[in-house]
């Protein structure tokens, strides 16, 4: 009997549905976060974007806090901050500040895709290119205003010296494997909609892991789609937002989160078209029995220490409802590893 716990963890982008706004996505991501700080999740992170109709989560670290602020104990973070978009001095401030206000609850994940399209990344920051091939320089330069090593030098974050807010690297490609292990992070894959390289990017990292001051060995965190209710049936028809979505985005046509639509033949072989079938090959669509099996074989797959959720669903109370199902799935599949059952 395996006996190693898989935490569980959910990923907000902020969604904002047709006919809805960013407020009420604002207002609907907090109670999704203390209903989550019930049901066991040991993390919400916020990812950033920009420029897109469907994802709100723009102004990240404004979002962690406002997340944080209003639960209790739930991890809070980015999943993650695009650091080439960024100065590592301005992040390293912002995070020591919602660390200082929220002490041991504050991660920072960093990656460095631009999150959004190459004509907004340009207007974000103009020689974000430069940074990107800095990103581990960069990255260290945050780990050294963390440190209290860093009280003797010019340029410093005073209050942010000393304090605990754990780095984590994000990817979707070997290329961040890399800088993971080199570094001695925990690393968190994209799989949820880049997963041609999910299982070559983690068996470098867990092959060339060096251990650092935050971590004594590999930490593996695996993101997956997962749209649960009651029936298949009711979660197919679900899940056609989510297809809606990453049709739209495909096509350079991003759009709101649609209203879910009856699963027709063209729906179906939507589903089944190759590109779209190779981003959701861990997108687990079905009732609890279903999303269970699939999520066993992930986690049997890729030997990950934490399953971290996404979540595209039109109606707030559905989407609740599907994280409160995933919960349950955990739970259910934690005490069958440790044997309770």
Request: charged residues 20%.
């Amino acid at each position: 009997m395996n006996t190693k716990l898989i935490y569980y963890s959910l990923l907000e982008l902020a969604s904002v549905s047709a006919g809805s706004s960013a407020r009420e996505s604002f207002i609907h991501a907090l109670e999704l976060a203390q209903k989550a700080e019930k049901d066991g999740y040991k993390r919400m992170w916020l990812a950033e974007h920009h420029n897109m109709l469907s994802i709100a989560s723009s102004a990240t670290a404004v979002l962690i806090g406002h997340i944080a602020a209003g639960t209790e104990h739930i991890r809070v973070g980015s999943g993650g901050i695009m650091l080439p978009n960024h100065s590592p001095l301005i992040i390293a401030e912002q995070f020591a500040t919602l660390a200082t206000l929220y002490p041991d609850r504050i991660d920072l994940g960093l990656g460095r895709a631009p999150g959004t399209d190459q004509v907004t990344a340009q207007a974000i920051r103009s020689d974000r290119m430069h940074s990107v091939f800095q990103f581990p320089e960069e990255v260290a330069q945050i780990q050294t205003y963390f440190s209290t090593d860093n009280a003797t030098a010019k340029v410093r974050v005073p209050f942010a010296e000393g304090l605990k807010v754990p780095l984590y690297i994000l990817g979707s490609s070997t290329d961040s494997a890399h800088v993971a292990a080199a570094k001695g992070l925990p690393y968190a894959f994209a799989s949820h909609f880049a997963p041609a390289q999910l299982h070559e990017a983690f068996t470098i990292y867990s092959q060339k892991f060096e251990p650092s001051n935050q971590s004594g060995g590999p930490y593996k965190i695996g993101c997956i789609n997962v749209i649960a209710a009651e029936t298949n049936e009711k979660a197919a028809q679900l899940a056609t937002s989510l297809l809606q979505l990453m049709v739209s985005v495909i096509s350079g046509k991003p759009d709101y989160v649609q209203p879910p639509v009856k699963v027709s033949e063209y729906i179906k072989s939507l589903f089944a078209h190759p590109a779209l079938d190779a981003m959701m090959r861990y997108t687990f669509i079905g009732d609890k029995t279903t999303v269970k099996q699939k999520t066993k074989e992930f986690l049997k797959a890729t030997g990950v220490d934490e399953v971290m959720a996404v979540s595209h669903i039109y109606d707030h109370h559905d989407r609740l409802n599907s994280y409160h199902l995933f919960a349950e799935i955990m739970q259910e599949i934690n005490r069958e590893r440790a044997g309770k059952d």
